[in-house]
């Protein structure tokens, strides 16, 4: 384990100048070997914790075909370097500087969306788009009950750490020079993409 003081760095929560950092090599369950990482503000208490994974593989693109309630359950491994993608619905969520590695279910990303569009709704500024949030947000409800139509939960890494773990699930290869288009850093809403009779 590393434990140190980062005396120049400034805490996002409190501006305070100085973070700990811890740094522990572990082994993750489907993520495999990787560098737990931790900054903490003393000051505040401000902390954020990664998983930095040593091993690489080729770039994978895994789909999964949601059509029904129990799909809700499949288990879904994210690394930090992940993009997720729902094409039908026009959303996109790229990783970033602060992401982190996660595991959890279909449902527990529809949550993460939902808080996304939350913040969203709150903080828009036109009709259009909070009339373009809440009709998500009534997707993401009929897909709880089951009562959705059919979306594609898509999973690009280009390091090949991040996978749906359901026998339905397509993976394929991604080529290189793709897998180096991959963007970091932002959440994308595309407000065309729900509803055909937009587009006309």
């Known amino acids: 384990m590393v434990r140190t003081r980062i005396e120049d760095?400034?805490?996002?929560?409190?501006?305070g100048k100085g973070m700990e950092y811890n740094a522990e090599e572990i082994d993750l369950?489907?993520?495999?070997?990787?560098?737990?990482?931790?900054?903490?503000?003393?000051?505040?208490?401000?902390?954020?914790?990664?998983?930095?994974?040593?091993?690489?593989?080729?770039?994978?693109?895994?789909?999964?075909?949601?059509?029904?309630?129990?799909?809700?359950?499949?288990?879904v491994v994210r690394s930090g370097s992940g993009t997720l993608?729902?094409?039908e619905l026009g959303i996109d969520i790229?990783?970033?500087?602060?992401?982190?590695?996660?595991?959890?279910?279909?449902?527990?990303?529809i949550v993460r969306i939902e808080r996304v569009l939350d913040q969203l709704h709150r903080d828009a500024d036109d009709e259009t788009t909070r009339a373009r949030v809440e009709e998500l947000m009534a997707v993401f409800g009929a897909m709880r009950k089951g009562e959705a139509d059919p979306v594609t939960l898509v999973l690009e890494d280009p390091f090949g750490n991040s996978t749906i773990l359901a026998d339905k699930a397509v993976s394929e290869p991604i080529p290189e020079e793709e897998a180096a288009k991959l963007k970091v850093g932002m959440f994308v809403f595309d407000?065309?993409?729900?509803?055909e009779e937009e587009e006309e």
């Open 9 to 15: 760095a400034i805490c996002p929560a409190c501006a």
């Open 29 to 75: 369950p489907y993520l495999g070997t990787s560098l737990e990482t931790m900054l903490r503000c003393p000051a505040c208490g401000y902390r954020h914790t990664d998983f930095v994974l040593t091993e690489t593989k080729d770039p994978t693109r895994v789909s999964y075909r949601v059509t029904e309630e129990d799909d809700l359950m499949v288990r």
């Open 85 to 87: 993608r729902i094409p």
């Open 94 to 109: 790229e990783p970033g500087v602060a992401s982190e590695a996660f595991i959890t279910n279909v449902e527990g990303i």
């Open 191 to 195: 407000q065309q993409s729900l509803g």
